[in-house]
């Protein structure tokens, strides 16, 4: 079978991800952005669908890829549940708030309690569920579902909206003008199915590993598997629908084993116009906050297959905080997020850290190397080294991987 890279739809979305790929390389801050980081280049291997159940005419993996690419489902609602288990350490909730403080610290957000780009942070960890609508390019609807309350993200032609039920609080923004170059947080299971397929190349395994019953509807299992060493990702499982060609599941499994690091699916869904109200009226006597971070930072779309465009919870960390231009060294699921944050000594500790200096000290492991020492934060998929002289690396790689990567790079 020919490389994956004569196909015309792939590569159309490789001269995309080269002309996007140097804004996007630091921005890893969004644990699952750092599979996004390749080129789209697939070396496929010749597999078939089994026999399974549904029985499904058979079809090839690159027949199944073209199949995604080629769909475009304009209206659907139903329910995705969402379960991310990083192995971050419980801290109470407390990590929620620093990601939504991270989002809201790098310029992207108004601060109110219904700001998308800090509140679909909830996302990075524990369980979820949303329900989704969308009536086609410019309207679609997004709701978190907690208990006792409900935090909605609504896109309105112009307009965006995010509103916060317990806070009482809304957000307005408008939506990015058209073919304005974005990224967005990932929330159902095409988004994060887009994100993986962008960032395959030579160094994947791509197969279709049988068939399956997702949500009621039949579908192909498009399976993407790193060939490299070094990675800490093991598996990428895509259930696919076999008549709408939209993924209805998404996987992700660590090189490590155990539970996935996400599992992203449908429990129930329909592709017929949805009955959702998407006009939005403040309640009355409801704080609304106008984001001032200018048209598209503030604003998304909800639908199948946009995500939430310009909702960037991790505005980048290039150029913030005196931290110089970021870039990305190696090739394919091995490729680390590099940039110099200009801050001199590490981490904080002693008097000088306190309480909070020591805390973050904890939570890592002391390395030491040709770059000097630094500190190696671990989770179950994403990796990042902090150097005392101010640098730090990032990615879906192992602790050994980013030392060697630091003393590479003296």
């Known amino acids: 079978m020919a490389p994956y890279e004569s196909d015309d739809a792939v590569s159309a979305a490789r001269d995309e991800e080269t ?19 390749a080129a789209a280049t697939i070396g496929l291997v010749p597999a078939l669908a089994d026999s399974g159940d549904p029985d499904l005419p058979r079809i090839t993996a690159q027949q199944l890829i073209n199949k995604i690419a080629k769909s475009d489902v304009q209206q659907l609602s139903g329910t995705v549940k969402i379960s991310t288990d990083l192995g971050l ?35 990075l960890s524990g369980t979820h569920t949303l329900r989704v609508a969308a009536d086609g390019p410019d309207r679609q609807k997004l709701s978190l579902v907690e208990q006792g309350a409900e935090y909605s993200v609504i896109h309105d032609g112009k307009d965006v909206w995010g509103y916060d039920s317990k806070s009482d609080q809304v957000s307005h923004g408008t939506a990015p003008a058209a073919g304005k170059d974005r990224t967005e947080p990932p929330a159902t299971p095409k988004d994060f199915a ?12 791509v197969t279709v590993d049988g068939t399956a019953r997702v949500a009621g509807r039949d579908a ?28 209805l599941k998404f996987t992700l499994t660590p090189r490590s084993g155990g539970a996935a690091v996400l599992d992203a699916g449908f429990t129930q869904v329909s592709f017929a116009r949805p009955a959702a109200t998407f006009a939005f009226t403040p309640p009355k006597g409801a704080k609304v906050t106008e984001r001032t971070d200018g048209a598209g930072k ?13 909702m960037d919870g ?18 394919g699921w091995t ?40 500190t190696v934060f671990s989770t179950r998929l994403v990796n990042v080294l902090m150097t005392d002289d101010g640098k730090v690396y990032a990615g879906a790689v192992t602790k050994d991987a980013l030392v060697k990567a630091a003393d590479a790079a003296k």
Not at 298 to 310: F, I, S, V
Not at 336 to 357: H, S
């Open 298 to 310: 503030g604003a998304g779309k909800t639908g199948p297959g946009k995500g939430l465009e310009g």
């Open 89 to 123: 350490p419980d801290l109470g909730g407390l990590e929620s708030g620093l990601a939504s403080g991270l989002a809201q610290g790098s310029g992207a957000g108004s601060g109110s309690a219904a700001d998308p780009s800090a509140r679909l942070t909830e996302l």
């Open 19 to 37: 002309r996007s790929g140097r804004r996007r390389a630091a921005r890893y801050a969004v644990p699952v952005a750092v599979v996004g980081v």
């Open 220 to 247: 192909y299992k498009l399976q993407i598997k790193p060939r490299q060493s070094g990675t800490t990702v093991g598996a990428i499982n895509i259930a696919v629908d076999a008549k709408t060609g939209m993924p």
């Open 314 to 331: 991790a505005e980048g960390l290039e150029g913030k905080g005196g931290a110089s231009g970021g870039k990305v060294i190696g090739k």
């Open 194 to 205: 887009d994100q993986a397929l962008k960032a395959v190349d030579d160094t994947t395994s």
């Open 335 to 374: 490729s680390i997020a590099t940039f110099d944050t200009g801050a001199k000594g590490g981490l904080p500790t002693g008097a000088k850290g306190g309480d909070l200096g020591g805390f973050l000290g904890s939570l890592g492991d002391k390395v030491s190397g040709k770059f000097g020492k630094g």
